[in-house]
């Protein structure tokens, strides 16, 4: 179950962590300031949680389909892979039969020209892909883009998984999903920002303090969200799509 948490909660346990709950204590911080605040340690803790590669959270998925000969496709809204709040890539799954799925394989840069000797795609040989990043770090709109090599053969059915943008909260209602109070970090985080701009100092001290302790219990929970099972080794020969050739 979900432990879900507003942007007015955590607004109120961040005024309680601070001792600003009074409404005379109002004028020594802005609303806005507050809720960025909320957001900046709601922003850290999403990456603490997104940075366990055991059995992650908040994975998602999206479908698309390649064109012929066409090796980059963008990512983002009205892109190529109509993602508007893409953040990490988590694999890719090409269909190239009926059941017959493969998981494409990343590749190194250096690598870039030494599988375009594949003949497409087909079952029988693997596929590559390389996340190459937004085309501007300025650009407003920029988007990331994955290469695959080789350039498919025709239209194929493929699955992006990834890893979602956090959220961020606006209006008071908006929610974050702490899963088992994990949001205290993101109360703490944005607590010790409005003390040190006080110059309440040994308070800060005392937040800091406490917010050591809640990544410490954080990190040793997120490491076995799969309670039962450990993770295995990764497969580092390529397999997929190579089952059953000579030698496989």
Not at 69 to 86: E, L, M, P, R
Not at 97 to 111: D, L, R, V
Not at 208 to 223: H, K, N, P, V, Y
Request: aromatic share 10%; proline share 4%; net charge negative.
């Amino acid at each position: 179950m979900a432990r879900l948490v507003s942007l007015t909660t955590l607004q109120g346990r961040v005024k309680q962590r601070c001792n600003l709950e009074v409404a005379s204590n109002a004028a020594i911080y802005s609303a806005a300031e507050l809720t960025d605040n909320i957001n900046e340690g709601l922003s850290a803790l999403y990456s603490m949680i997104i940075g366990q590669q055991d059995q992650p959270y908040y994975l998602e998925s999206s479908s698309f389909t390649t064109t012929a000969n066409k090796d980059t496709y963008t990512i983002g809204s009205g892109g190529d892979i109509n993602v508007a709040d893409f953040f990490k890539l988590a694999g890719i799954d090409v269909a190239v039969g009926q059941n017959i799925i493969i998981t494409a394989k990343p590749f190194m840069w250096s690598e870039r020209n030494r599988f375009k000797y594949l003949s497409g795609w087909i079952y029988s040989q693997p596929i590559f892909y390389r996340l190459i990043g937004k085309t501007s770090a300025v650009a407003q709109s920029g988007n990331d883009s994955i290469k695959f090599i080789p350039s498919p053969s025709g239209g194929f059915s493929c699955t992006l998984w990834y890893f979602p943008t956090p959220p961020v909260l606006v209006a008071a209602g908006d929610q974050f999903d702490g899963i088992n109070g994990y949001e205290e970090y993101i109360v703490l985080h944005a607590a010790r920002k409005l003390l040190v701009k006080q110059e309440r100092m040994e308070h800060a001290q005392a937040v800091t303090q406490m917010l050591a302790e809640e990544i410490d219990r954080i990190r040793a929970e997120l490491g076995s969200h799969d309670a039962e099972n450990p993770p295995r080794v990764n497969d580092t020969m390529l397999n997929d799509g190579w089952i059953g050739r000579p030698g496989y």
